[in-house]
T-cell receptor
């Protein structure tokens, strides 16, 4: 049983398209996150949700919109994709705010 | 000053040696510190957490924390080639939703 699962694993798309990445955790954790890891491997937080409520919204273009239908799911929708959006996007969850993360396997997004 | 700094490496050590990985942080209010290991092409996995000054040991891993110096380190004893990975230091931001800021990571190479 995968603890934090993300789909799709790979996503190749053209500039200007809209795409979504889905994340689900079966750990019973309260808090979920989206992180972006760029080509230099730097992990940067994008969003954090606690029990379906948005807690953190870092300086992310408003083309990125998270949605948490319930505390086990946190999806990421990206509008009007740009070349600079190419990166690996990781979903993560933690039992509580401030706890250690369990990461999903990542989604490698390539915008061409 | 960046929030969390690490030497990018690569740090090369011979098999069986002690690998020492260092991390400094800027937020004096930080209370929680984590070390993650990330193999190439994989997601980060939590290996150690530390909250109090001093040492914390777990198998071959020892985390060391000095809040006065704003310094946290990870020692890996009896290094194995399978320890070759990038090690990420993560420090929480108490006053901002308790999310974690990650350092850029140190790439460790253990030579057989």
């Amino acid at each position: 049983d995968t603890a934090v699962s993300q789909t799709p694993k790979y996503l190749v798309t053209q500039m200007g398209n809209d795409k979504s990445i889905k994340c689900e955790q079966n750990l019973g954790h309260d808090t979920m996150y989206w992180y972006k890891q760029d080509s230099k491997k730097f992990l940067k937080i994008m969003f954090s949700y606690n029990n379906k409520e948005l807690i953190i919204n870092e300086t992310v273009p408003n083309r990125f919109s998270p949605k948490s239908p319930d505390k086990a799911h946190l999806n990421l929708h990206i509008n009007s994709l740009e070349l600079g959006d190419s990166a690996v996007y990781f979903c993560a969850s933690s039992l509580r705010q401030g706890g250690g993360y369990t990461f999903g396997s990542g989604t490698r997004l390539t915008v061409v | 000053q960046k929030e969390v700094e690490q030497n990018s490496g690569p740090l090369s050590v011979p098999e069986g040696a002690i690998a020492s990985l260092n991390c400094t942080y800027s937020d004096r209010g930080s209370q929680s510190f984590f070390w993650y290991r990330q193999y190439s092409g994989k997601s980060p996995e939590l290996i150690m957490s530390i909250y109090s000054n001093g040492d914390k040991e777990d198998g071959r891993f020892t985390a060391q924390l000095n809040k006065a110096s704003q310094y946290v380190s990870l020692l890996i004893r009896d290094s194995q080639p399978s320890d070759s990975a990038t090690y990420l230091c993560a420090v929480n931001r108490e006053n901002y939703g308790q999310n974690f800021v990650f350092g850029p990571g140190t790439r460790l190479s253990v030579l057989p």
